[in-house]
């Protein structure tokens, strides 16, 4: 091999390290499936979150809430799906967890079977200021004196989690729990669960 | 060819590893603005940096009131910190620990968690915040079996008393401050005297004034490799802070954290043994390889030519293996949190108010340099007001939600 193209081999290599070092690929995975997520985390994916979503529903369906409140009172039960309380040590679950409970409840059932309260702070506020404006003739009131709607039931989750680690590797076990409480009696009407255990490998030289 | 191939070898391996970003120069430069400057493509710098730069950086815009944009580094970082498992472990072992990726002694990824769910809890997603503060005791608290070291970070426990009110959880709350009252009375950790460990105290407050004083530690490579890492404290003149609300005085502030007693209070770290190891063979394989070589090209005058290139090359390797590895220690920290973390809590009327902070040294001397005035305090009906503030005139608290969510890189920034 000539000195020149040894040298050209070694450009070459050391381009090839370059682009290999600078190249930000993005690829589109399926939330569903973790096994595709290339982070190790022994925290929640969302495949966890969509699994959880999912167990809400079908006990939501299981129970025949909507049903047998139909038939008790001739309307559809309205729920306020509370604020999640996140016991675990990974932030941003909740938000994420709220808004896809909610989207997916809402998708799959009618507002025949089910009405939802939303209850998040920031609209609870709007909502307030926009009826002050209403009573106060500042905005049109199109159906004369309404009310906010009072929840029939409260839906509320709440993330628990036992970690450890041993330095070397890192295990949480994080307990998805839901409940659904009657606002009237307090009768907690179901109560689900669904516990995921995951182990991290990391770093043994961090420190 | 070979010779050539041979010495670009340990180089590759190295990750070539070359000066960082010094943030103590550029503090020194144009504060807190030239950080944020300076650190706008985090991209630029080496990967094995990046997370301890986006903490200088986070600490920089919470500095100057960028506080959404502060948490969004803390929270980048955080997750590296917490779901990354390094790199360049190898090269670390091999040649120089500073070539190891950056993911933060166990004090630095507590500060993180603690400043994410600070930011978390101040911007109404108490749930995040209280997932940070666990994060922060779990990071901080060693095998209890094996008699290590507990959580004892006061600040994160009394944050995680404020969600345990904010959730109307008693049984919460007393459990946290049962566990707060059963830490060891270390003046050098926090103020025992202080009033507001009882659960009647902390649900009679709503607001908090965290004042944090001077900075915290930062550490230096000493011994005959820099084989040793020494934790030092920096020197700065505030000892206590005095807080008055519209003019009136609240009192005395309470001091509750301590950077570098955090940073000196844990075991010892694995990697300590492994570089007195290295340094030890630093020596030892100069002094092998230099032998080698000699008895190499002995064995080569005596017509045994192939044993004696092969020793010579041996004996060339140890040597240039002691020449390039470094038994240094790794002393990169984040040299930009502070010193000390005091609190002033009080119950203040609903509405908009000023705070001024004055610093007092040792001496109970007020270092009127320092005193800050006019900080903004919007205290809410429901829930509490919690403000940060440290002893550095250049200090901002942002006014409203347009100044905390202000992009810090506008052509036009919207904060004084």
């Known amino acids: ?67 047998n409140f139909r038939a008790r009172y001739n309307d559809a039960p309205i729920i306020a799906v509370i604020r999640p309380q996140n016991d675990t040590r990974f932030p941003e679950v909740t938000q994420i967890f709220q808004e896809n409970l909610v989207a997916e409840l809402l998708g799959r059932t009618t507002r025949q079977e089910v009405r939802f309260s939303q209850r998040d702070s920031d609209v609870q506020a709007e909502i307030s200021k926009e009826k002050e404006a209403k009573e ?72 | 060819m070979r010779w050539f191939s041979l010495l670009l070898l340990p180089l590759l391996l190295t990750g070539c590893v070359g000066a960082t970003y010094n943030v103590a120069e550029s503090m020194k430069k144009g504060g807190y603005r030239q950080v944020i400057e ?116 006061v600040p994160n426990m009394i944050m995680r008393s404020r969600v345990y009110i904010d959730r109307r959880d008693d049984n919460g709350l007393k459990t946290q401050l049962d566990e707060l009252n059963r830490l060891p009375k270390d003046a050098r950790n926090f103020d025992p005297n202080c009033p507001w460990f009882t659960p009647e105290a902390q649900k009679e407050a709503n607001t908090l004034i965290w004042v944090e004083l001077g900075w915290g530690p930062y550490m230096t490579a000493e011994g005959r490799h820099g084989e040793i890492r020494v934790i030092r404290e920096p020197e700065y003149a505030e000892r206590y802070a005095e807080v008055f609300i519209n003019g009136q005085s609240l009192g005395k502030t309470y001091k509750l954290g301590d950077t570098y007693y955090q940073a000196t209070t844990r075991g010892g770290r694995p990697m300590e043994e492994y570089l007195k190891a290295k340094g030890i063979a630093k020596d030892v394989t100069t002094v092998a390889g230099a032998v080698a070589i000699g008895v190499g090209a002995e064995l080569a005058r005596e017509g045994h030519g192939a044993a004696g290139a092969i020793t010579a090359g041996v004996g060339l390797g140890l040597l240039l293996w002691g020449a390039l590895s470094s038994a240094e220690a790794d002393t990169r920290c984040n040299v930009l949190l502070p010193g000390q973390i005091h609190l002033m809590m009080a119950k203040v009327p609903p509405g908009k108010h000023e705070v001024e902070v004055r610093y007092y040294d040792g001496s109970g001397r007020e270092l009127g340099r320092q005193r800050q005035r006019a900080l903004p305090l919007n205290v809410p009906e429901r829930g509490d007001a919690v403000m940060v503030v440290r002893s550095d005139p250049h200090y901002v608290v942002p006014r409203n939600e347009k100044e905390r969510a202000a992009d810090p890189y506008a052509k036009a920034p919207a904060l004084r």
Request: with cysteine; charged share 30%.
């Open chain 1, 1 to 67: 091999m000539s000195k020149t193209s040894l040298l050209s081999l070694l450009i070459l290599l050391f381009m090839g390290l370059s682009v290999t070092a600078c190249g930000n690929e993005s690829t589109r995975v399926d939330p569903e499936d973790d096994e595709e997520d290339p982070i190790q985390s022994s925290g929640p994916y969302s495949s966890d979150l969509i699994e959880v979503t999912n167990k809400v529903i079908e006990q939501f369906k299981k129970q025949k809430i909507s049903d």
């Open chain 1, 136 to 207: 106060g003739g500042e905005r049109t009131d199109r159906t004369g004196r309404r009310t906010k709607l009072g929840a029939d039931y409260f839906l509320k989750a709440k993330f628990s989690s036992l970690s450890m680690t041993d330095g070397e590797y890192e295990s949480d076990s994080i307990l998805y729990t839901f409940e659904l409480i009657d606002t009237e009696t307090d009768e907690l009407i179901f109560k689900g669960k669904h516990l995921i255990k995951r182990v991290s490998e990391k770093s043994a030289v961090y420190r």
């Open chain 2, 38 to 153: 300076d650190t706008r493509n985090i991209e630029e710098f080496p990967e094995r940096d990046q997370t301890l730069i986006l903490n200088w950086r986070a600490q920089a815009k919470l500095g100057l009131g960028y506080q959404e944009s502060a948490r969004n580094d803390f929270m980048r970082s955080w997750n590296m910190m917490n779901n990354s498992q390094g790199g360049n472990v190898a090269a670390a072992y091999m040649w120089n620990e500073k070539s190891k990726y950056y993911l933060g002694e166990p004090y630095e990824r507590m500060m993180n968690s603690y400043y994410l769910g600070l930011l978390f809890y101040m911007h109404g997603k108490p749930e995040d915040a209280m997932a940070c503060f666990k994060n922060a005791l779990y990071v901080d608290t060693g095998d209890l079996e094996a008699n290590e070291y507990a959580a004892d970070f």
